[in-house]
């Protein structure tokens, strides 16, 4: 069974940063495209990041761009969200994903069970 999970949420204060990691386990991600969506409260999941499955190609969202960086671990099954200058409106759940296509910018065939990230001014 596949599963995707995430760790590194947490409450930070504005400016502050945060290192999001998603271990896989079930199956062999490393040729598979990986990223991060965010869910806030009364909004619709929005894209965040993408990372082809080499990591030679990273996608970002305009809001998030210069700011978070993707990252990923084929050796460990495990993808990264670095968060820096974080601010109050990055506040929501954050959801690591995985597509069985290697290179889309949109991920979206496999869902953990998210993470939530508080950013207080």
């Known amino acids: 069974q596949v599963q995707l999970v995430e760790s590194g949420g947490g409450l930070v204060q504005a400016g502050g940063s945060l290192r999001l990691s998603c271990a896989a386990s079930?199956?062999?991600?490393?040729?598979?495209?990986m990223g991060w969506f965010r869910q806030a409260p009364g909004k619709e999941r929005e894209f965040v990041a993408a990372?082809?499955?080499?990591?030679?190609?990273?996608y970002y969202a305009d809001s998030v761009k210069g700011r978070f960086t993707i990252s990923r671990d084929n050796a460990k099954n495990t993808q990264y969200l670095q968060m820096n200058s974080l601010r109050p409106e990055d506040t929501a759940v954050y959801y690591c994903?995985?597509?069985?296509?290697?290179?889309?910018?949109?991920?979206?065939?496999?869902w953990g069970q998210g993470t939530q990230v508080t950013v207080s001014s």
């Open positions: 990372i082809s499955w080499g990591g030679g190609s990273t």
């Open positions: 994903a995985a597509d069985r296509d290697p290179n889309t910018r949109l991920p979206d065939d496999y």
């Open positions: 079930g199956r062999d991600f490393r040729f598979n495209a």
